[in-house]
């Protein structure tokens, strides 16, 4: 009986889990899910508890009407608060309910803008994050004027009023001690990135006095703090990139000893893989997933050696760890090959129990068989990838049309996971008879932090013939048709897909998804201008040029480019201007290059609305079927 054909609402209609929260005695999950794709200006979800083992059906706690979110445990795991705003009120509360559904109850927010919370031991008090009310008006806009904050707070349930800590910093993430007498803090000056000299800073805040320790420079896109003990003295470690935007993420780590003189150490020094998430244990060392390849690990600190031992490696991608308070019992969004994303809970060693099942309505679909790659870059570097063939096809029956479709990133991985989405379109691309290649070049993560750094000043180089290469591998196995192939992507994808048509002729067709075409607009215009400037090796106002990133820009090379080309842009992408879609569509018209310019009005750099979707994934589909089927 033949199966339903993929349509693109299969596609996008669908619903995601999103952080998960284990209760602090192991036995209980509680979890968000939300649409795949928006439909309505305002977000909506629903808040679900699972028992951990798997032994009864999830509950719907919330009726998914408005915005439930950021769930959080009480100590005795009876009761979970979560941030909601519902119709009539101009801020999320804070509200409190039972794990079975019962005694919805408000307890703050009518006075402050609520956006994150954290109940501290003891239960009566919760550290919050409230932000500013914006009283600015509409114009003019003055640069480096005060913009609203987010500032540490702390409730009190016995007086239900909500003191916030003075400073002017603006606090982005906050994590307790086990016995609540000491915040984390990471902040940085402003709510707007600073693009030119951004700055993460650590502080630790005792919330009974008020008083602040400053503890210095986090480093670039601090996150993620989680404390420990080692016996002697308490610890706070966190995740960064190192040593600066052009790095590879690592756990620092910093003793608070009371010597002035400590400074932060490397816990992922030398590792073959990467850190991507800590997750605090109360009672013991903090667990962390790594990217290992194409599948993914949880690890524990060992505090004798403090390293990093594995305890699990899973196939495909982890995301969203969280644990009890011993860490022994850990709960994470998984996603495998065929399988979309669930959660999933268990012995922190042991094989996971899933807990969900969303997005039934996929059962009935056939999938494209999904093979794991291994193979050597041309200058000896070990590679991996992932081959999709056609649907009820293997690659033995090739040459088939192939697309390569590249990550976003460049800091970015393929995991071995289910690629269906209208970003990355590959099971898509698959039930309409194409071969797709999904590499993992060098300058990604996965293979630790000397792989991310060797695309650092040479964007387009490495990569690119990395990316080349895989093409070839499948071009000799006969598995690609070398007359009929495609490349595109999102991104960083879609730079390199713009790159890629500049350096050769061989795809006769193109996707550029919200990619750069110039390095040095960007870092003047992008939300991460120095983190551009880092890559690509310079920006325009260090002098006379021609400049480094000249060298690097797709636009650059622009009249060798011979390719059909569709470009997609979001209008309203803050990281990646649409300026930069409009450069290249420019000078591809310039040059008489074919090509078709499409922007998604009030769309940013993910585009998240429904029909927008869509649209992308039929265009992308009559794009590459129009000059690869035929």
Not at 74 to 100: M, N, V
Not at 366 to 390: F, H, K, N
């Amino acid at each position: 009986m033949p199966r339903p054909p993929l349509t693109p609402p299969l596609v996008t209609d669908g619903h995601l889990p999103q952080g998960p929260v284990l209760s602090p005695d192991g036995r209980w999950a509680a979890y968000t899910v939300t649409p795949l794709s928006r439909t309505s200006a305002s977000p909506t979800s629903t808040l679900w508890v699972a028992a951990a083992d798997g032994g009864a059906s999830p509950v719907q706690i919330t009726d998914g009407t408005v915005w439930d979110h950021r769930p959080r445990w009480s100590a005795d795991s009876e009761h979970l608060a979560f941030l909601s705003q519902r119709p009539g009120e101009d801020a999320p509360r804070l509200r409190r309910i039972h794990r079975d559904g019962s005694g919805p109850a408000t307890l703050a927010g009518a006075e402050a803008r609520l956006v994150d919370h954290l109940p501290l031991a003891g239960g009566a008090l919760t550290a919050v994050v409230v932000r500013d009310p914006d009283t600015r008006s509409a114009a003019p806009r003055v640069w480096g004027a005060p913009e609203p904050h987010d500032r540490l707070g702390l409730f009190d349930a016995r007086t239900g009023r909500v003191r916030t800590f003075p400073g002017e910093r603006h606090v982005l993430e906050v994590a307790a001690s086990p016995d609540g007498a000491a915040l984390a803090v990471i902040s940085r000056p402003g709510p707007a990135l600073d693009p030119v000299h951004p700055r993460w800073d650590l502080h630790v805040v005792d919330p009974a006095t008020g008083r602040v320790d400053a503890l210095g420079e986090a480093g670039w896109d601090a996150h993620s703090p989680v404390w420990w003990h080692d016996g002697h003295h308490r610890h706070l470690a966190w995740l960064a990139m190192n040593p600066g935007p052009d790095g590879g993420q690592v756990v620092r780590d910093l003793p608070l000893t009371g010597d002035a003189g400590e400074r932060p150490t490397d816990l992922t020094e030398g590792m073959d893989r990467c850190p991507v998430e800590l997750a605090q244990a109360d009672e013991g060392p903090p667990l962390a997933l790594f990217a290992h390849g194409l599948d993914t690990e949880i690890h524990r600190l060992d505090t004798a050696t403090l390293r990093f031992t594995p305890l699990r490696r899973s196939t495909g991608l982890l995301e969203s760890l969280t644990c009890d308070r011993t860490g022994g019992r850990v709960a994470v969004v998984a996603t495998s090959a065929h399988e979309p994303r669930q959660v999933y809970a268990g012995p922190v060693k042991a094989a996971p129990t899933r807990l969900t099942r969303l997005r039934p309505e996929l059962d009935g679909c056939a999938w494209a068989d999904q093979e794991r790659l291994s193979y050597r870059a041309r200058d000896g570097l070990a590679l991996d990838g992932l081959l999709l063939t056609p649907v009820g096809a293997t690659a033995r029956q090739g040459p088939f049309p192939l697309v390569t479709w590249v990550h976003g990133g460049p800091y970015g991985r393929y995991a071995d996971q289910f690629v269906c989405g209208a970003h990355a379109p590959a099971q898509w691309l698959a039930h309409a008879g194409y071969a797709v290649f999904l590499p993992n070049p060098r300058g990604g993560l996965g293979h630790g932090r000397a792989f991310a750094e060797t695309v650092v000043g040479a964007l387009g180089q490495g990569e690119w013939t990395d990316i080349e290469d895989g093409i070839d591998l499948l071009v000799d196995r006969g598995v690609a048709d070398p007359g009929r192939l495609g490349i595109g992507g999102w991104s960083h994808g879609g730079t390199m897909a713009a790159w890629a048509v500049g350096r050769t002729d061989r795809f006769r067709a193109a996707v550029v998804g919200a990619g750069v075409s110039d390095w040095g607009m960007l870092a003047a215009t992008g939300e991460y201008g120095a983190a551009e400037a880092g890559l690509s090796g310079s920006v325009g106002w260090e002098g006379p040029g021609p400049h480094p990133h000249d060298a690097v820009g797709p636009v650059s090379f622009t009249s060798r480019v011979r390719t059909p080309v569709l470009v997609l842009h979001g209008d309203q992408d803050t990281n990646v201007p649409v300026g930069q879609a409009v450069y290249l569509h420019r000078a591809l018209r310039h040059h008489g290059v074919e090509h078709e310019f499409v922007t998604y009005p009030g769309e940013g750099h993910s585009v998240d609305g429904r029909e927008n979707q869509i649209d992308m994934l039929r265009r992308t589909r009559a794009w590459f079927d129009a000059r690869l089927t035929r």
